[in-house]
């Protein structure tokens, strides 16, 4: 089987996953969410190896500057202007392709899992794309004002999991935000 080609998002009700730069929600701090952002991406299975989080230049930016790189993590950062890596990204590419195809040659002992981390046109490449796909996510119960959308999770092609190893099914509640985590499955394995 080839390898499983991870997303992670939190999404608003009306799919909005950005808003001038930041998260919808910002500057309410969902930490128990980005708990689960954090153990889901940086868990790996495999003792000796790093997963990957393939990002696009301005999801790169809207990390604070302390916590870039993503730590225990091998960070890919996607630009077609940038020529040299901003400062922290291990490794820049010019497309979706060239970024999986540097997980499976230069880093292959090094990568284990893969995690599309967004934004927008990055998760839709990571869900149209061959293969076994999941996508983890984040459903806000609460509408914020947004600017950037997760494209449509096409019923035809994934399916919801009634569970999946490790997260929570019961509805989740931070600073007075309602949320439940969810996981998807693409019927192409
Ligand atoms: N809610 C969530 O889970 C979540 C997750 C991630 C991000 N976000 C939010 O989403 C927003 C950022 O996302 P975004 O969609 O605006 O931008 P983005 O995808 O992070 O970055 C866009 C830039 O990445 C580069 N890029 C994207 N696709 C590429 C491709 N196929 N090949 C080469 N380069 C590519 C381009 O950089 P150049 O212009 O340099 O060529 C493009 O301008 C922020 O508000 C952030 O907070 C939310």
Redesign the pocket.
């Known amino acids: 089987m080839s390898r499983v080609l991870n997303g ?5 009700p009306d799919l ?9 929600w ?1 500057p309410v701090r969902l930490s128990n969410e980005f708990k689960h ?1 954090r153990t889901m991406t940086a868990t790996s299975s495999v003792t000796g190896k790093q997963n990957v989080v393939i ?8 990390i604070p500057e302390k916590n870039r790189p993503l730590n225990n993590r091998i960070n890919i ?6 020529k040299a890596p901003p400062a922290g990204v291990h490794h820049l ?4 392709s ?1 970024a999986l195809r540097l997980v499976d040659t230069e880093l292959a002992d090094q990568a284990d899992q893969v995690w599309v ?7 839709k ?1 990571m869900m149209e794309s061959p293969g076994p796909r999941r996508l983890f996510v ?1 459903r ?1 119960l609460k509408q914020f004002d947004c ?2 959308f ?1 494209p449509e999770i096409n019923p035809d092609k994934y399916r919801l999991l009634p569970k999946f190893p490790g997260v929570p099914e019961e509805l989740q509640e931070e600073n007075g935000i309602q949320y439940r985590f969810e996981v998807y499955e693409s019927k192409e394995q």
């Not at 909005?16 to 919808?24: A, E």
């Not at 990002?55 to 930016?61: H, I, S």
Request: glycine share 12%; hydrophobic share 40%; with cysteine.
């Open positions: 992670i998002v939190a999404v608003c909005g996953i950005g808003n001038h730069g930041n998260l919808p910002h952002f990002m696009g230049r301005k999801t790169w930016f809207s950062v996607l630009s077609r202007q940038c590419v010019s497309d979706f060239s981390i967004g934004g927008s046109s990055l998760y490449e984040t806000i600017d950037t997760l």
